[in-house]
């Protein structure tokens, strides 16, 4: 599935995410939070992949992935801010180089990849 978009909707706005949580899915939900997925898409009911979530399990899948994002932003911010302990002035906590305060949880991992593999094409 080289090239497909993991955040496209169908007509009704719903993301694979959307289907995955839905329906239960979660060896599926699990692989495509390895492609680091928007989980803040909306559906045309003004829904996101977490509020349409069957039951308790996809919801600790979901809180699972989060943590496990906010881990590697925690490291991330550790090894590069090595010898300053200034903190950022916006006073956001928003990762440095980051634009995007809520989508950066979903997004860092993604473009650190994508960097990899352009380095390794070279």
């Known amino acids: 599935m080289a090239g497909a978009d993991i955040n496209a909707k169908d007509i009704d706005g719903n993301t694979p995410c ?8 979660k060896d599926c939900l699990r692989w495509l939070l390895l492609k ?7 559906n045309k009911e003004g829904l996101s992949p977490l509020d349409v979530a069957v039951n308790t399990e996809i919801l ?8 496990s994002v906010k881990n590697i932003l925690q490291t991330q911010k550790t090894t590069s801010g090595k010898g300053s302990t200034s903190k950022s002035s916006s006073g956001s906590g928003a990762v440095a180089g980051s634009s995007q305060q809520s989508s950066a949880t979903s997004q860092p991992k993604a473009k650190t990849s994508s ?8």
């Not at 959307?18 to 899915?25: A, L």
Request: include cysteine.
């Open 36 to 42: 680091h997925p928007s989980l803040f898409s909306k």
């Open 115 to 122: 960097q990899m593999k352009s380095s390794k094409s070279s």
């Open 60 to 67: 600790q899948t979901f809180q699972d992935y989060i943590q």
């Open 18 to 25: 959307h289907f995955c949580s839905e329906y239960g899915h």
